[in-house]
């Protein structure tokens, strides 16, 4: 019997039209839990490095976390691996919702996609009958539409059905995978499906998912539940609004938008608003939200509202997810209105919310500087809101100028020329980040943007405060019952990170703390994207219901797997060293791991390349970033180590 | 006849709160696994969320009765402009629909508000429903006393002891034709 998990994957090869149904060696599940740690285990086991992203021996991997199914609130998450066609690094990108639940209640932990298929198909996973059908007739519709559709013709409205929509067909490098209220959009994943010939998979399961010991399980989920409800009570005081409670955020409820809008940049990343936030605007802000949006909803079995379903007078009703409301409004310099009409468009096209609206306004700000003109934008409308549509339209058709910009910034002014490299200058290893722009360099941060493997900023933050509290009695009080820390010793860290003076940034919190900072925030979020658990009741957030100290028992009472603090971290670290040993692999070096030039004015090159030199060190990986022979060995990656050492990667000593 | 007191259950369903994250229908099924909370499956839940995101439907519908027939006719409500299909609000497990029936059996389901529970407990979906959706609530009603069928049973079942069953069912047959004539 196996228990959380289903113990078996679908592959399908879609060249040859094969489906089968494949049992899982329990002995991974020890040593990689689930989700991403499996997934990660069959890219490197099966797709070689050479491999083109759009090759079709490139797999695309949806994977369901370990507890997806299981009554832990927010284990919802398909994690969906494969070769990035914009970083040409590992991507995994996740998604919550109701998918990956299903999957599992239809029997299967994964679904493994590899070939091409020939015309346009979408998988039909209902238990034990799994379908490729032909989907000629859903080419080029609305990802949102497309699911619809399928369950329609399907006559399954329970069936949960995750589609592409226009972008992804058209091997846009920011497509996104969308399903329902949720979306797997980072890393343009939704290109690869789109590449493989896959309009969708729906699916529908009617089968149990099992636990092992229910009794010290059930109790150990209702503490985290309790402990939910006394977080939605109290919120964190001294943090912005997203942070003070759970959710992944619940950027839906709220409409004090002050810190983002203020905060972050508008347009291609370059100006930030101080004054913007006035009365006025907070007045019209929430009467715009208010008039679209129809209900709060959420991903299965979680209490919190992070998605609102939006109906706005001449687009079709969509589910919005949280940035993507303010991305395209920033962008454009425009207002909430806009944001919520152009997002419905973006969501049926199925596009990245981040990189998606940089993209449009790194190729307005090349039209304004004459890198790219008139001759470049035929027909382009005068103001800012119609450029963005018109831009929109044509980059998801790979049309004119659209198929330069459908390769994201990077890529784009690679091709462009003329200087347009300056001007594509908020990425990270080739992909668009969240557009910030600030002052002092933060030690903490400058790690977690240069090493984290997801590229993005909000998979890896989180556990620690992101800035220190001007007072001591607000820092004495902060870590009173935070019980969340994984040693005392990070509450003295924060306890003496101070605004000003000798221990505030970019020097304190030390090199060494700041080391054991960083770790401890990506571990939590390696265990989640592994158990296939929101980080929004878990790792991204100050003090939550799950942590370091609880998760071994939730995983051991449900899978009948012996697992400790110790244990879990050592599985955590065995998955985060093996996906680097991919994008190792495929070329990734110490010179890519950086943040954006402009991200802080204060920079301090001598402090970063400690930073970065004690960060490898402490991961086990040497002066380049590339694991040790010894950690690999320490991790049980002997074939790793080999391997490296095969293509001269590991320098035998 | 005379009356009596008698506790009655419900659940109040504020469909304007519900958030469609489908918790009831996961812990119902949970926890009546057997051992209990030893596998979950919402297919086995006898509560079931009606959800349909882009119309804005969600109505969280309890198992009902048995029917062993669908029903002649079938409505279909509107309210506040919303469509409900012709068995949303229905409680019953009938031919006509997949829902409330074991998956694997296909017997029907039928909510016991947790019967299993301490007293004093509420149902697990109303537990397990943070947004207030589900709300339990107890009152007392004055009822008739009902007809005790038992007693009519134990006699008759004498009477068929003594004269047989075809007797009696002819003289029954026989009476009822004259008392109708």
């Known amino acids: 019997m196996r228990y959380a998990e289903t113990g078996f994957n679908l592959e399908i090869d879609l060249s040859r039209g094969n489906i089968e149904r494949v049992e899982t060696d329990p002995k991974l599940t020890e040593l990689h839990l689930g989700g991403l740690g499996t997934n990660a285990k069959i890219l490197w086991d099966r797709v070689p490095p050479e491999t083109e992203p759009f090759s079709p021996d490139n797999l695309l991997i949806f994977g369901a976390g370990l507890l997806c199914g299981t009554p832990a609130p927010g284990a919802n998450r398909t994690i969906v691996t494969t070769y990035s066609p914009q970083t040409l690094l590992m991507a995994y990108s996740m998604m919550g919702g109701f998918w990956a639940p299903e999957l599992k209640y239809a029997g299967y932990d994964k679904v493994i996609i590899r070939g091409k298929s020939p015309r346009l198909v979408y998988l039909w996973i209902n238990n034990d009958k799994v379908e490729i059908r032909d989907a000629s007739h859903l080419q080029g519709k609305g990802a949102v539409e497309t699911q619809e559709m399928i369950r329609q013709e399907l006559k399954e409205p329970k069936a949960q059905v995750t589609a592409i929509g226009l972008a992804g067909e058209n091997r846009v490098y920011f497509a996104s995978i969308e399903q329902g209220r949720s979306s797997a959009s980072r890393g343009g994943i939704g290109a690869v499906m789109g590449d493989k010939g896959l309009k969708a998979i729906a699916v529908r399961g009617t089968k149990d998912i099992q636990i092992a010991r229910p009794d010290e399980w059930m109790k150990l989920v209702n503490e985290v539940i309790q402990y939910i409800k006394f977080r939605e009570k109290n919120l964190i005081p001294g943090v912005i609004p997203i942070l003070a409670r759970l959710g992944s955020p619940q950027e839906m409820a709220i409409h004090d938008e002050e810190w983002h809008t203020t905060n972050f940049m508008w ?14 605007v907070e007045q019209q802000w929430r009467e715009t939200q208010e ?38 409004t920033m962008a454009a310099y425009s207002d909430l209105d806009f944001g919520f009409k152009i997002a419905g468009r973006a969501t049926e096209y199925g596009v990245d919310g981040y990189s998606t609206p940089q993209v449009m306004a790194f190729a307005l ?56 490299e300056a001007y594509a200058h908020n990425n990270i290893k080739k992909q668009e980040q969240l557009p910030l722009k600030l002052g002092m360099l933060n030690p903490v941060y400058f790690l977690m943007y240069s090493t984290g493997e997801k590229i993005n900023i909000t998979q890896i933050e989180g556990q620690f405060p992101q800035a220190p509290f001007p007072t001591k009695e607000e820092r004495e009080a902060f870590v009173k019952d935070w019980f969340q820390v994984p040693d005392e010793r990070f509450k003295q860290y924060f306890l003496d990170w101070e605004l000003r003076g000798e221990n505030s940034n970019p020097y304190y919190p030390t090199v060494e703390a700041t080391c054991e900072i960083v770790d401890w925030q990506e571990r939590m979020h390696y265990i989640d994207d592994a158990l296939g ?29 012996d697992m400790d603090e110790a244990g879990l971290s050592q599985a955590a670290k065995r998955n985060r060293t093996l996906i680097r040993a991919v994008n190792i692999r495929r070329g990734m070096r110490r010179a890519d791991e950086k943040p954006p030039e402009d991200h802080w004015k204060k920079r301090f090159p001598e402090l970063e390349a400690k930073l970065l030199d004690a960060y490898y060190a402490f991961k086990g990986w040497d002066h380049q970033g590339i694991p040790t022979k010894a950690s690999l060995h320490e991790l049980d990656l002997d074939y790793v180590a080999e391997d490296l050492e095969q293509r001269g990667i590991i320098k035998n000593e | 006849m005379s009356k009596v007191k008698k506790k009655i259950k419900s659940i109040k369903i504020d469909v304007d709160k519900c958030n469609g994250c489908r918790a009831c229908e996961m812990i119902c ?79 029907p389901l039928k909510c016991d508000m947790c019967e299993d529970l301490p007293p004093g407990e509420k149902p697990l979906c109303v537990q397990r429903c943070l947004n207030d959706a589900l709300i339990y609530e107890e009152r007392e009603e004055e009822v008739e006393e009902e007809v005790k069928l038992e007693d009519v049973e134990t006699g008759l079942e004498s009477m068929v002891d003594k004269y047989g069953l075809q007797k009696i069912m002819d003289t029954v047959a026989r009476m009822s034709m004259s008392k109708k004539g």
């Open chain 1, 365 to 420: 700000e090349l039209y304004e500087n004459g890198i790219l003109t008139d001759e470049d934008m035929p027909g382009m409308p005068s103001d800012t809101e119609g450029r963005f549509y018109w831009l929109l339209d044509r980059i998801v058709r790979r049309e004119g100028i659209g198929d330069v910009l459908a390769n994201g910034t990077y890529w784009a002014a690679q091709q462009i020329g003329k200087g347009a």
């Open chain 1, 533 to 561: 658990m929101c980080a929004g009741l878990s790792s991204f957030h100050l003090k939550p219901p799950y942590h370091i100290h609880n998760f071994p028992a939730l995983i051991s009472s449900a899978t009948g797997i």
């Open chain 1, 291 to 328: 008039s679209v949006r129809t209900r709060l909803i959420s991903c299965y079995n979680c209490p919190l509202k992070c998605g609102a379903t939006i109906s706005a007078p001449g687009i079709s009703t969509y589910m919005m997810k949280c940035f993507s409301k303010l991305t395209y």
């Open chain 2, 29 to 107: 099924s949970a926890f009546h696994a057997n051992p209990k909370y030893s596998s979950n499956n919402p297919e086995r839940s006898r509560i079931r969320l009606i959800r349909e995101p882009l119309k804005d439907v969600y109505l969280p519908i309890y198992a009902g009765e048995y029917a062993k027939a669908e029903c002649m006719g079938r409505d279909k409500y509107v309210i506040d402009g919303k469509e409900y299909g012709e068995c949303s609000f229905c409680r019953a497990s009938c031919p006509s629909r997949d829902a409330f029936k074991e998956p694997d059996s296909g017997l």
């Open chain 1, 267 to 280: 347009g291609n990343a370059r100006q930030r608003r101080r004054d913007f936030w006035t009365k006025e």
